[in-house]
């Protein structure tokens, strides 16, 4: 029903940036809210931000100041900028979306799911 492919993930050195990107298609009009959530291997999946269609944003305490969601709406993509990465930045990025409320953003609340775009920070 909901198509979510992000694209943007890759290899970067420490300090670098990125900007993900998520292309979102089918049946979303019953969707509040959109985000970006990580994954580092061995631990559970966490959120980075999250943004309303009325482009209201949350973000996780950790994320402040490392990262900015955007949308452009015409085209249905959120945009995650990323800066100053480091090496605990490294996990697979996902794009979601569902009817969860915007304050809280649980994982559970997500219906829709992107593959994921692994990132790398490394030297």
């Known amino acids: 029903q909901v198509q979510l492919v992000e694209s943007g993930g890759g290899l970067v050195q420490p300090g670098g940036s990125l900007r993900l990107s998520c292309a979102a298609s089918g049946s979303i009009f019953s969707i509040n809210v959109m985000g970006w959530y990580r994954q580092a291997p061995g631990k559970q999946r966490e959120l980075v931000a999250g943004i309303s269609r009325g482009g209201s944003t949350n973000y996780a305490d950790s994320a402040k100041g490392r990262f900015t969601i955007s949308s452009d709406n015409a085209k249905n993509m959120p945009y995650l900028q990323t800066n100053s990465l480091q090496p605990e930045a490294t996990a697979v990025y996902y794009c979601?979306?569902?009817?969860?409320?915007?304050?809280?953003?649980?994982?559970?609340?997500?219906?829709?799911w992107g593959k994921g775009t692994l990132v790398t920070v490394s030297s």
């Open positions: 979601a979306a569902g009817r969860a409320s915007l304050q809280t953003m649980g994982v559970r609340g997500m219906d829709y």
